[in-house]
Antibody
């Protein structure tokens, strides 16, 4: 069974830092691209960042570029999000989610964000 | 950035009846392989989002066949046939063509 378990959330002051972790199990973590997606209180979903299997390709939303760093440790089956210079607008539940590629006998399909963790809550407030 | 617009933003459905949600993209989501990169997710109350459909109409494992997707280019529809109480929640469409991946605003569906 695929499981993604986030941790590391909490209350932090504006300008502070936090490191989120996502522990993966039930699949071959090193073979899958991974993502962070967040949801502000009462709001919709916002993609934050993606990282490829060997960390060669990394992408960020404009809203977090220069402040957040995504990384992974395939030996530990873990995904991370280092968040610096935090702002009130970064307050959200942060989810890690997996990307997959599925193939039939004739075609292959990207299957983005197919499994999600339960989320970890980050609150930025003085 | 591709903007995704969902309608309606809220919907009340009688159990056993059908419901449809529309999702419109600001540009075509057609990939070079001829498949549109359009996804549907459901976030049930108090839960994480879960994948329902990918590539417009392909159901994720375990998703009941009362959920179906259609559309091409920029206009897409999620249809829920034979609505059940367990289908309540917020439905999101998402485009996977370009980064940043962008979601619709969400459609809140409840029981009438």
């Amino acid at each position: 069974e695929v499981q993604l378990v986030e941790s590391g959330g909490g209350l932090v002051k504006p300008g502070g830092s936090l490191r989120l972790s996502c522990a993966a199990s039930g699949f071959s973590f090193s073979n899958f691209n991974m993502n962070w997606v967040r949801q502000a209180p009462g709001k919709g979903l916002e993609w934050v960042s993606s990282i490829s299997t060997r960390s060669n390709d990394i992408y960020y939303a404009d809203s977090v570029t220069g402040r957040f760093t995504i990384s992974r440790d395939n030996a530990k089956n873990s995904l991370y999000l280092q968040m610096n210079s935090l702002r009130a607008e970064d307050t959200a539940v942060y989810y890690c989610a997996r990307d997959d590629l599925v193939c039939t006998s004739t075609s292959c399909y990207d299957r983005h964000l197919d499994y999600w963790g339960q989320g970890t809550r980050v609150t930025v407030s003085s | 950035e591709i903007v995704m617009t969902q309608t309606p933003l809220s919907l009340s459905v009688t159990p056993g009846q059908s419901a449809s949600i529309s999702c419109k993209a600001s540009q075509s989501l057609l990939q070079s392989d001829g498949v549109a990169s359009l996804y549907w997710y459901l976030q049930k109350p108090g839960q994480s989002p879960q994948l329902l459909l990918y590539a417009v109409s392909r159901r994720f494992s375990g998703v009941p066949d009362r959920f179906s997707g259609s559309g091409s280019g920029t206009d897409f529809t999620l249809k829920i046939s034979r609505f059940e109480a367990e289908d309540v929640g917020v439905y999101y469409c998402m485009q996977g063509l370009n980064l940043p991946r962008t979601f619709g605003q969400g459609t809140r569906v409840d029981v009438k």
